[in-house]
């Protein structure tokens, strides 16, 4: 399948809707900043602290008279420019393909060799997120400012948080020897004024990840042989690529044996002894307060033991080679110690996007302009992207025919070649969701290739659902429940149509088949008692679910109360991980289901609900149709905070093991 990477088919088209624009634009602008100050829904000292309400008023007595006198000025070319927009809509392409082509060994085609299909498997990891980048005077809506600067911020988190290398922290203790907590919590002290890490107790001090050369904004190909993304051909990139280190007990390094009684499946392995006072690599980028040097970051990858007397070591690159040799020696077994030994995979609520992250899923990137500052921004880690989803325009659909201002707001990235790709407008959407031409997106993936030279492929969905729109709430619910219907039938379709394999000729063979997005619907709100139900959780599995209306004792909601957005207790990354990790917390800073009974204030609610808030962000897998004999199992699922003050919603990811039934050599 040919991708498209240009809107329209060619050049002179693209020309025409290049000046339709530049027409209209003045026009677009002068509408969103007249409508801008009557769209803030809150006053917030972060934002207000210097502008009172009065000034905010007196700006708006003095500026709207002016912003309508531009508007009459800009409308005759905004109406030249629409009547030549229009009718080039009928030809658009349904996304625009992105892709770098100076990657070099770092390059999606080279991660196709990492793994052949064959030993114990391989683990790809998988986010989603709703960054609510609409034109500014809707984003007000939901409390958040500054459009085009918030984009330009998200891409920088988000790429330094999935290119910091991936950290698994151990504690040698007679009476705890799991994943330690440390990670999480408090066992590193910030660093002091002179810029030296101090070191704790523990013989742990903070640096920048352990011995890592962060990016600092250039692209993998700089980073093609050391870089923590690239993986071992060995090993298909999984929990043997992490960096282990071990707190405690006795000093020097060896790896764990199976049948060592004392210490079980632990993972056990000494830091290489580091320069006194030595500072971080990673450049801190401007407005990155979710990089790697930030006092904002997460403690899960600035820690770091120090198993000797200070002094002696050596080469710093030499560090970082002993610490990624002795994790690749530790057996698998061993590197996966639960932290929770009464589930199946470990969860947690992180400040941090996950290490190695392959695949990213975006919502309500509507707004254009924002969507190319944050594939500018997520190119420094992703090669493969996809933006400016949907159609605009007049819709037809089922003898229907509605306008479309604004795309369907999905956006995907990748590490993994795109194959192939379909986009589908849900054609039942109301209200405000019917200008929007919200839909879903099928990709199809190449993750690696077998001796036989087989693809080995996986297939990923994205979708965003119709939004709450204050009618009966059985209204919207049926809406949705027709849009999961559509859903499964597209995706159906779309494996079918995309599959190149047969029973007696199988040429590909499927590892994954996960399912994104923004659904609008939780799982204990009693007015989605209908979509709880959908049969779409019976195909594919919910790692947070136990059942409709029941959700495992750790899952906590992924939107947050708009309110308290810019508190200061949870203005950076580590700050709102602390507040979600308590029940108080998550009651004050997350949304729950409106209550029924009329007359008690929001905070009066909140006091009555249980539960831990409204998980309306969804990763879905399944485990029909893969690779015979292969099996997809959830290895870590993550709540990220890392977007704190950037977005209404809770990043969520999850980190899928695909095991081929293999036993390891």
């Known amino acids: 399948m040919v991708l498209y990477t240009t809107p329209f088919p060619n050049s002179c088209l693209s020309a025409l809707h290049a000046v339709s624009w530049a027409l209209i634009f003045p026009c677009y602008c002068v509408v969103d900043r007249l409508l801008t100050p009557f769209t803030s829904i809150s006053c917030k000292k972060c934002h207000r602290a210097n502008s009172p309400c009065y000034l905010q008023l007196l700006c708006i007595i003095l500026f709207t008279p002016i912003y ?40 999606g085609a080279a991660l196709l060799g990492e793994w052949r299909g064959t030993g114990t498997g391989k683990s790809f990891c998988f986010a989603t997120a709703n960054l ?14 500054h459009v085009q600067t918030r984009a330009k911020e998200i891409g920088q988190r988000i790429r330094n948080g999935a290119s910091r290398p991936q950290i698994k922290i151990y504690i040698d203790s007679p009476t705890n020897t799991s994943i330690s907590a440390a990670s999480f919590s408090s066992l590193v002290s ?67 044996e199976a049948d060592d009684p004392a210490t079980g499946n632990q993972a056990r392995n000494g830091a290489a002894r580091g320069q006194k006072g030595q500072t971080p690599n990673h450049s801190q980028q401007d407005g990155d307060s979710g990089s790697l040097g930030s006092p904002s970051a997460s403690r899960e990858s600035l820690v770091k033991a120090q198993a000797g007397a200070d002094g002696g070591g050596g080469e710093p690159g030499a560090t970082n080679s002993k610490l990624l040799y002795k994790a690749s020696v530790v057996k698998k077994a061993a590197a996966r110690k639960r932290r929770h030994p009464d589930e199946a995979f470990d ?53 229907c025919c509605s306008f479309k201002f604004l795309n369907s707001g999905l956006f995907f990235a990748s590490r993994y070649p795109i194959m192939e790709v379909a986009y589908h407008c849900y054609p039942n959407g109301r209200c405000s969701d019917a200008l929007a031409s919200k839909g879903a997106l099928f990709l ?40 999961l219907d559509l859903l499964q ?32 619907f939780d799982n204990c709100s009693s007015d989605d008692k209908l979509e709880q139900q959908h049969s779409l959780f019976t195909r594919y599995k919910d790692p947070c679910r136990l059942g409709p209306g029941e959700e495992k004792s750790w899952a906590i909601g992924t939107l947050l ?40 204030g929001q905070k009066g609610r909140k006091d009555l609900l249980k539960g831990n808030g409204r998980r309306i ?13 292969w099996k997809a199992e959830v290895e870590e699922f993550s709540f990220i905070t890392q977007l704190s003050g950037l977005t209404d919603h809770l990043p969520v990811a999850m980190r899928l093991m695909v095991s081929t039934g293999e036993e390891e050599a």
């Open 68 to 107: 309508l006198a531009l508007l009459v000025a800009a409308l005759p070319l905004g109406f030249l420019g629409f009547l030549l927009w229009f009718p080039l809509q009928s030809v658009r392409r349904p996304y625009i393909y992105s892709r770098l082509e100076d990657k070099g060994q770092a390059g």
């Open 132 to 145: 609510c980048l609409l034109p500014e005077s809707l984003a007000r809506l939901n409390n958040v400012f």
């Open 190 to 256: 910030p660093q002091g004024s002179d810029g030296i890490a101090q070191t704790v107790a523990g013989s742990i001090k903070r640096t920048a990840s352990v011995e890592y050369k962060g990016n600092g904004g250039r692209r993998p190909s700089d980073e093609a042989v050391n870089s923590p993304a690239s993986g071992d051909p060995n090993n298909g990139g999984s929990l043997e690529d992490a960096c282990i280190v071990r707190i405690g007990g006795e000093e020097g390094c060896r790896p764990p």
């Open 347 to 399: 969860h947690e609520i992180s400040a941090f996007f996950p290490a190695n992250l392959d695949f990213l899923c975006l919502q309500e990137v509507f707004d254009t302009r924002a969507a190319v500052k944050l594939k500018d921004q997520l190119h420094g880690y992703f090669e493969y992207i996809l933006y400016d989803v949907g159609v605009y325009g007049c819709y037809r659909s089922h003898g």
């Open 444 to 483: 199809k993936v190449q993750v690696g290739s077998t001796p036989q030279d087989q693809r080995i492929v996986g297939y990923l969905s994205c979708t965003h659902l119709q939004a709450t729109t204050g009618r009966p709430a059985a209204q919207d619910s049926a809406i949705r429940c027709e849009q």
């Open 489 to 520: 039938d597209w995706l159906t379709d779309f494996r079918k149509s995309t599959s190149s394999s047969s029973a007696a000729n199988p040429e590909e063979l499927v590892a994954f088949d996960v399912i994104c997005g923004d659904f609008n």
């Open 561 to 600: 109360d708009t309110n308290n957005l810019y508190d200061e207790d949870v203005c950076t990354p580590e700050n709102l991980q602390k507040v979600l990790e308590s029940e108080e917390g998550r009651r004050e800073y997350l949304a729950f289901p409106t209550s029924k009974s009329s007359g008690a």
């Open 617 to 629: 962000d969804y990763i879905l897998h399944g485990e029909e149709g893969l690779g015979p004999d």
